[in-house]
């Protein structure tokens, strides 16, 4: 029995024990193009609801060849929701299709299930069945679950390091998993510590190779855990589409932005309602967690002004300008709105670029910040500040990721008063594996100018967050090396830990 026959065999074989329901698709069995395996990248979910949420999957018999080699020809690609990992009480099937225009992606969005609860979920193609995911609905809106879960990443460029980060994820048994950005760099790296390669070493700029830069990061074993662990909440930054890019009249051509765009709705678990349209994505959403938390995931990237010119503290007119954004106007009020809406006793924003300020040398006569962050745009974060404050949010915590460190920060209204109370926090996820180990120093000098900047680790990891009605945990976790590839010599350990309360903005040491 040759290897193909014999996969069909096991197939049929399960389908003959009642373990799949489903009949065989009519004129769907595998063809002479269709001999191999097309699962290779995994399973995803993603953006639950308390009724669904989107199941992915992308078809590539061979993922490193531009084409993922599935030829042009559609693929019906049926799905299976269950509520057991055997498959034997399934609750909702249905059927895609998978076509060579969206790069072989399947964005399945299962309605009606029950609030709260954990699925199972698989996909079947050509013969050949699916690893199977695990993923769940968020709970019923009014209800307080006792906790949630979730890990916070951001920044893993494929070459930098091993993905182990993912592994611990997956193990930490998560209801959410929030990707910050950076999921895939456009450049091969410059590090000298390079621990793979990419297929493609150009700069990525047309679609054929963005798809090919996210197929080969999906190969990885360690990424595919934490797809198929828990539904992720997925934004991106800068480096998916070229680094420092900005807004609508960026200097990079509408082709390359849509291209970019593309890629990341195909790769990632989001609803089809997000598919871009020309050289636009609509990225920013919220999605809530009953009555305990709600994630205001946004778009620090489309709408943002150009940043302000480094021109070593001579002139800080442009940065100074009261209406500079990073959100633009309808982010900014849609984020006001949901503020408004109140309900929730978290209110978690999903972005990317650091929030807090970090003043370099904390004289406010001088403009020496990172221009691509938020203090690039220090009227555009005045304003969503005062606007949670105003509105009486109860507890807002920035989540944040983009500088390969952790950080753990306390939320001022006026930063260069330092007697002006705490009205929010801030968790900054380090990277997962970009910038590679770190060296001698583990925790650089924190800078003295910015005492609200409580906690800074230089590490790969991620952060690890419980909340209840009652307090929050932070945990910042530490993966010990992302240049070893063996797994069975790297640990994570829990670098540091901070207590949020509820009602008392800002970290405090547990
Ligand atoms: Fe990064
Ligand atoms: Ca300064």
């Keep these: 029995m040759n290897k193909l026959n014999r996969r069909l065999f096991l197939v049929s074989g399960l389908a003959a024990g009642g373990a799949l329901a489903l009949p065989n698709l009519a004129g769907a069995g595998p063809s002479i193009a269709a001999v191999r395996d097309p699962f290779l990248l995994g399973v995803a979910s993603g953006d639950p609801r308390p009724d669904g949420m989107v199941l992915w999957t992308r078809l590539a018999q061979a993922p490193l060849d531009v084409g993922g080699g599935m030829g042009s020809t559609a693929v019906p690609v049926e799905w299976q929701v269950a509520t057991d990992e055997a498959f034997t009480n399934i609750v909702q099937t249905g059927t895609e299709t998978a076509v060579p225009a969206e790069g072989f992606s399947v964005h399945a969005e299962p309605r009606g299930l029950p609030a709260g609860a954990e699925f199972f979920y698989r996909f079947r193609a050509n013969g050949f069945i699916s690893p ?41 048994d998560p209801d959410l998993i929030l990707f910050l950005g950076d999921y895939m760099y456009e450049k091969a790296s410059g590090l000298a510590t390079r621990v793979r390669w990419y297929v493609d070493f150009d700069e990525t700029d047309v679609l054929d190779e963005y798809r090919q830069k996210y ?71 919220r999605v809530g967690w ?112 983009d500088v390969h ?50 906690y800074v680790g230089n590490h ?25 590839k063996d797994p069975t010599k790297v640990t994570r350990s829990v670098r540091k830990s901070f207590v949020v309360e509820d009602g008392v903005p800002g970290v405090q040491e547990p």
């Design 132 to 172: 199977v995911g695990r993923t769940r609905t968020a709970p019923a809106p009014g209800t307080t679950p006792s906790t949630l879960t979730f890990a916070v990443a951001s920044c893993q460029h494929f070459e930098e390091g091993w993905y182990h980060a993912h592994r611990f994820m997956a193990a930490d």
């Design 290 to 401: 009953g009555a305990l938390a709600r994630f205001h995931m946004m778009d620090t990237r489309q709408y943002r002004w150009k940043q302000a010119p480094n021109n070593n503290n001579t002139n800080c007119t442009e940065l100074r300008r009261a209406d500079r954004t990073l959100t633009g106007a309808a982010q900014e009020q849609w984020l006001l709105d949901g503020f408004a809406a109140g309900g929730s006793r978290w209110d978690f924003l999903g972005q990317q670029v650091f929030f807090a300020a970090n003043d370099t040398d904390g004289a406010s006569s001088t403009c020496d910040v990172n221009e691509d962050a938020w203090d690039g745009y220090p009227a555009s974060r005045q304003r969503i500040t005062q606007g949670w404050v105003d509105r009486g949010v109860r507890n807002p915590v920035v989540l944040t990721g």
């Design 215 to 285: 197929a080969q990061i999906r190969t990885d074993p360690n990424i595919q855990a934490a797809h198929a662990a828990a539904p992720w909440l997925a934004v991106f930054d800068d480096h998916e589409l070229k680094n420092n890019w900005w807004g609508v009249s960026s200097d990079v051509p509408d082709t390359r932005k849509q291209a970019s765009f593309q890629a990341f709705w195909e790769n990632m678990p989001l609803p089809k309602a997000m598919k871009p349209v020309n050289a636009a994505i609509p990225l920013y959403r």
């Design 460 to 484: 790969r990891g991620y952060v690890r967050v419980r909340a209840s009605a009652a307090q929050l945990t932070a945990d910042f976790m530490k993966v010990s090396s992302v240049v070893q």
């Design 405 to 454: 460190r952790h950080w753990a920060n306390n939320l001022r209204l006026n930063y260069v008063d330092q007697s002006s109370p705490f009205v929010g926090t801030e968790l900054v996820a380090t990277s997962v594996t970009s910038t590679g180990d770190p060296g001698a120093t583990d925790n650089p000098p924190q800078v003295p100018n910015n005492p609200h900047l409580y």
